[in-house]
Each structure stands twice: as C-alpha cells, then as structure tokens.
Nanobody, 126 residues
Framework: VQLQASGGGLVQAGGSLRLSCVASGGAFSRYFMGWFRQAPGKEREFVACISGLGRSTLKYAESVKGRFTISRDNAKNTVSLQMNSLKPEDTAVYYC???????????????????WGQGTLVTVSS
C-alpha cells in the first residue's frame, strides 16, 4: 500500500490543523493505521493509532490526549489526525503509517509498521 500524507503547515500556538493520509494499492479497511512524529534531533515518536475493520483499538500518546483525534474513512481510504490546541512542542514532521498484521500490543512502536507516508511538516509558533 502507498501512503500520502498532507495537511501540515505553520500555525500559531492554540491553533488547529487537520492532517490527512490517503492510501492506495491495498485493502485499506484491514490496515492498522498510525501517526508518528519526529522533531529535529529527536527519535520518531508515537502519536495515535486506530485499528482496522473488525477490531476496536484507539490509542493516543499521553502528550496529545484530549487535543488530537484520529479517525478513518474506509470509503475514502483516508486516515486523519485532527490537532487542536497546538503547542510549540508539537512541531515536527508527521508521518502516517500502516500495517495489515500488526500486533496491537506493539502499535506504539514505529518498528511494527511496514508502510510509511512521506511526512508532512507541522510548525507551531509561540
């Protein structure tokens, strides 16, 4: 499956952005999807994930709980990340990722995902 992320940009602290990731070439509804981010000089970190059809898993990093919401539209092969109350520390390149046979207990690890989008830059100014 190929993943294409978009929606990043420059926003002031307290603002909102909505990231989207469109999948092609695979049975999207069966894929476990996640969002990760990587700030300059830091390792890639988990943000949120959502399970595929037939399962009901939704996880968020503690740092984004209550501010970010992950959702998916299987009819449009899209997973989205609504980001509200953005903070300067949310500045990073955001990546969407997918895997068809992911083990739920490993869903917060980037190593568990086989497919990655190209990343979209989110910059939050103070």
């Amino acid at each position: 499956v190929q993943l294409q992320a978009s929606g990043g940009g420059l926003v002031q602290a307290g603002g909102s952005l909505r990231l989207s990731c469109v999948a092609s070439g695979g049975a999207f509804s069966r894929y476990f999807m996640g969002w990760f981010r990587q700030a300059p000089g830091k390792e890639r970190e988990f943000v949120a994930c959502i399970s595929g059809l037939g399962r009901s898993t939704l996880k968020y990093a503690e740092s984004v709980k209550g501010r970010f919401t992950i959702s998916r539209d299987n009819a449009k092969n899209t997973v989205s990340l609504q980001m509200n109350s953005l903070k300067p520390e949310d500045t990073a390149v955001y990546y969407c990722a997918g895997d068809r046979s992911l083990i739920v207990g490993l869903a917060t690890s980037p190593d568990a995902y086989d497919y990655w989008g190209q990343g979209t830059l989110v910059t939050v100014s103070s």
